[in-house]
T-cell receptor
């Protein structure tokens, strides 16, 4: 799996939208973009994934640029419980996942 | 529904002792299985992955080994633990579905 680039940390006020960027310029045509988060001392939790269309579920929205070289995860109304490390990964279906260092999101009052 | 079980939750072992961590998956067949390690304050490092019984791929040379004796069982082992083996060990499965990869709750191993 090729490398993704994410900012090491971000802050967000509770109730505001958290927008987490990710660059994946080496993504290939059949690879999906996955987002996970890891709350301290727990296993990573799946958030959302997409191929080329924007996606939304109960947790978040995923915006993928038209050239697919970058994406943004949006938490529409961040809460304190969203404080975690967020990982962006691109990989083929059922392939191994290689995690980068992620973005540490701190949600504050 | 699919579930993944990993145990024990915490483990303290002396240097030089053996290790066996077990991971089992329910509700799916022929899953891809993975072992990850996370050292304190670090990212997740893929150690081993398996696409079927007896098929193990190692990602990094180390003091550990993995085995898959049954379709839904994945075991991480060591004959002699080192201090550097301390960390948070996570098992994960991902089948041929697109819908994410599921992680176990992890084992926190401290080698003393």
């Amino acid at each position: 799996d090729a490398k993704t680039t994410q900012p090491p940390s971000m802050d967000c006020a509770e109730g505001r939208a958290a927008n987490l960027p990710c660059n994946h310029s080496t993504i290939s045509g059949n690879e999906y973009v996955y987002w996970y988060r890891q709350i301290h001392s727990q296993g990573p939790q799946y958030i959302i994934h997409g191929l080329k269309n924007n996606e939304t579920n109960e947790m978040a929205s995923l915006i993928i640029t038209e050239d697919r070289k970058s994406s943004t995860l949006i938490l529409p109304h961040a809460t304190l419980r969203d404080t975690a490390v967020y990982y962006c990964i691109h990989t083929g279906t059922a392939s191994k996942l290689t995690f980068g260092t992620g973005t540490r999101l701190q949600v504050t009052l | 529904s699919q579930t993944i079980h990993q145990w024990p939750a915490t483990l303290v072992q002396p240097v030089g002792s053996p290790l066996s961590l077990e991971c089992t998956v329910e509700g799916t067949s022929n899953p891809n299985l993975y072992w990850y390690r996370q050292a304190a304050g670090r990212g997740l490092q893929l150690l081993f992955y398996s696409v079927g019984i007896g098929q193990i791929s190692s990602e990094v040379p180390q003091n550990l080994s993995a085995s898959r004796p049954q379709d839904r069982q994945f075991i991480l082992s060591s004959k002699k633990l080192l201090l550097s083996d301390s960390g948070f060990y996570l098992c994960a499965w991902g089948g041929d579905s697109h819908y994410g990869y599921t992680f176990g709750s992890g084992t926190r191993l401290t080698v003393v």
